[in-house]
C-alpha cells in the first residue's frame, strides 16, 4: 500500500534542547569541525578572555584553548540539559559553563577580550540583543564574531528533508528563514550594534554519512528536526523518510554521503 503523508498538527519549530547526547549526534560533532574556523575568522590571542555565548555542548569552548593559550573561556547556554553535559566533559580549569540567557549576560561590562557565537543567534527572535550584550561585555579593542547556518542557501543536509516534507504537503512551509540568517543580515546588525571593521564571510565544512539510516537517524535526532519530524503522525514519518531515502541515494546503492554546510560568520571591533 503507498504511505500516505499527513502532517497533522506538527508542534511548532523553536529549539528546544531536550537530550545532549542527540545535540551530539545532530550538530556537535559537526560544529567542532566548524569551531576552529569561527575562532580564526574572529581572532584569538595567548592570554585572551574568552565568552561563548550558546556554547551548547561545548564545541567551540572546549576548541578554543586549542587554538591559543587562553587565559579564561566563559561558555554560558540557556539549556540546562547541554550546560550539565558540557560541565561533565570539561577537565580545564580555565574554562567555566553556566546556565543563562545570551540577552542578559551574567557579566560585567568589558570583562572579555572575545565574544563568538556559534549557530545561536538565529534561534532568537531579539537577536540584536545578545549581539547588544556581546558587543557590552567585550572590552575597546576586542571583537565579536558569530556563525549562523544558511539554512536557506547553504545546508542540503536539512534542505533534502524541509523541501521533501513541502512537496508532499503543500501547506507545510519549512522555517528555512530565521533570525539574522538572510544575506547581509549579520553585517547589518553589527553595525546597528556601534560595532566597527565588520566583516562577513562564508565558512564551509562537510558533514559526511555513513549511509540513510545514519543520515536519517542522526539528523532528526535533536532540535528543530526532531520536533518536526517526531510531532508528524507514524505513517506521515514513514512516507516523509521513504522519500528522503530516494533523495539520498540519488540513484545509486545507499552508502557514505558528504554534504556541504555553509554558515555566515561576521565579526567585529567594539570601538575605541
Ligand atoms: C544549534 S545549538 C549551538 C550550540 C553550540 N554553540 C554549537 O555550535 O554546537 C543552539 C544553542 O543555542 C542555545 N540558545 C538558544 N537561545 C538561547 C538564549 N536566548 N540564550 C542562551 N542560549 C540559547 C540553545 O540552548 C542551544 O544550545
Not at 545570551?102 to 572575545?114: H, K, Q
Not at 506521515?236 to 530516494?246: G, I, K, S, W
Not at 556541504?260 to 575605541?272: I, L, M, N, Q, Y
Given at each position: 500500500?503507498?504511505?500516505?503523508?499527513?502532517?497533522?498538527?506538527?508542534?511548532?519549530?523553536?529549539?528546544?534542547?531536550?537530550?545532549?547526547?542527540?545535540?551530539?549526534?545532530?550538530?556537535?560533532?559537526?560544529?567542532?569541525?566548524?569551531?576552529?574556523?569561527?575562532?580564526?575568522?574572529?581572532?584569538?590571542?595567548?592570554?585572551?578572555?574568552?565568552?561563548?555565548?550558546?556554547?551548547?555542548?561545548?564545541?567551540?569552548?572546549?576548541?578554543?584553548?586549542?587554538?591559543?593559550?587562553?587565559?579564561?573561556?566563559?561558555?554560558?547556554?540557556?539549556?540546562?540539559?547541554?550546560?550539565?553535559?558540557?560541565?561533565?566533559?570539561?577537565?580545564?580549569?580555565?574554562?567555566?559553563?553556566?546556565?543563562?540567557?545570551?540577552?542578559?549576560?551574567p557579566f560585567a561590562d568589558a570583562a572579555f577580550d572575545r565574544a563568538f557565537s556559534m549557530l545561536v543567534l538565529q534561534f532568537i527572535p531579539d537577536a540584536a540583543r545578545a549581539v547588544a550584550e556581546m558587543r557590552r561585555v567585550v572590552r575597546p579593542g576586542g571583537t565579536v564574531a558569530a556563525a549562523v547556518w544558511d539554512a536557506y542557501g547553504g545546508m542540503l543536509r536539512t534542505r533534502l528533508i524541509w523541501d521533501t516534507a513541502a512537496m508532499l504537503d503543500p501547506a507545510f512551509e519549512p522555517p528555512l528563514f530565521r533570525s539574522l540568517s538572510a544575506p547581509g543580515e549579520l553585517v547589518t546588525t553589527w553595525r546597528e550594534a556601534g560595532l566597527v571593521d565588520v566583516e562577513e564571510t562564508d565558512l564551509v565544512i562537510r558533514m559526511e554519512f555513513a549511509d540513510f539510516d545514519d543520515y536519517w537517524t542522526s539528523s532528526t535526532a535533536e532540535g528543530p528536526m526532531f520536533q518536526f519530524v517526531s510531532g508528524l503522525p507514524d505513517s506521515a514519518r514513514a512516507a516523509l523518510a521513504e522519500r528522503v531515502r530516494r533523495a539520498y541515494c540519488a540513484n545509486r546503492p545507499d552508502g557514505p554521503r558528504s554534504f556541504a554546510s555553509v554558515a555566515w560568520a561576521c565579526r567585529g571591533r567594539v570601538p575605541g
Amino acid at each position: 500500500m503507498a504511505a500516505t503523508f499527513d502532517p497533522g498538527t506538527a508542534p511548532a519549530i523553536t529549539f528546544k534542547a531536550r537530550n545532549a547526547e542527540a545535540y551530539e549526534r545532530v550538530m556537535g560533532q559537526w560544529s567542532r569541525r566548524l569551531a576552529p574556523l569561527l575562532i580564526r575568522f574572529g581572532g584569538l590571542a595567548d592570554g585572551d578572555r574568552v565568552v561563548d555565548v550558546g556554547c551548547g555542548t561545548g564545541s567551540l569552548t572546549f576548541t578554543a584553548p586549542q587554538v591559543a593559550n587562553v587565559a579564561a573561556v566563559a561558555g554560558i547556554d540557556q539549556a540546562e540539559v547541554y550546560v550539565a553535559h558540557a560541565r561533565a566533559r570539561n577537565t580545564d580549569p580555565r574554562i567555566t559553563i553556566q546556565q543563562a540567557d545570551a540577552r542578559a549576560l551574567p557579566f560585567a561590562d568589558a570583562a572579555f577580550d572575545r565574544a563568538f557565537s556559534m549557530l545561536v543567534l538565529q534561534f532568537i527572535p531579539d537577536a540584536a540583543r545578545a549581539v547588544a550584550e556581546m558587543r557590552r561585555v567585550v572590552r575597546p579593542g576586542g571583537t565579536v564574531a558569530a556563525a549562523v547556518w544558511d539554512a536557506y542557501g547553504g545546508m542540503l543536509r536539512t534542505r533534502l528533508i524541509w523541501d521533501t516534507a513541502a512537496m508532499l504537503d503543500p501547506a507545510f512551509e519549512p522555517p528555512l528563514f530565521r533570525s539574522l540568517s538572510a544575506p547581509g543580515e549579520l553585517v547589518t546588525t553589527w553595525r546597528e550594534a556601534g560595532l566597527v571593521d565588520v566583516e562577513e564571510t562564508d565558512l564551509v565544512i562537510r558533514m559526511e554519512f555513513a549511509d540513510f539510516d545514519d543520515y536519517w537517524t542522526s539528523s532528526t535526532a535533536e532540535g528543530p528536526m526532531f520536533q518536526f519530524v517526531s510531532g508528524l503522525p507514524d505513517s506521515a514519518r514513514a512516507a516523509l523518510a521513504e522519500r528522503v531515502r530516494r533523495a539520498y541515494c540519488a540513484n545509486r546503492p545507499d552508502g557514505p554521503r558528504s554534504f556541504a554546510s555553509v554558515a555566515w560568520a561576521c565579526r567585529g571591533r567594539v570601538p575605541g
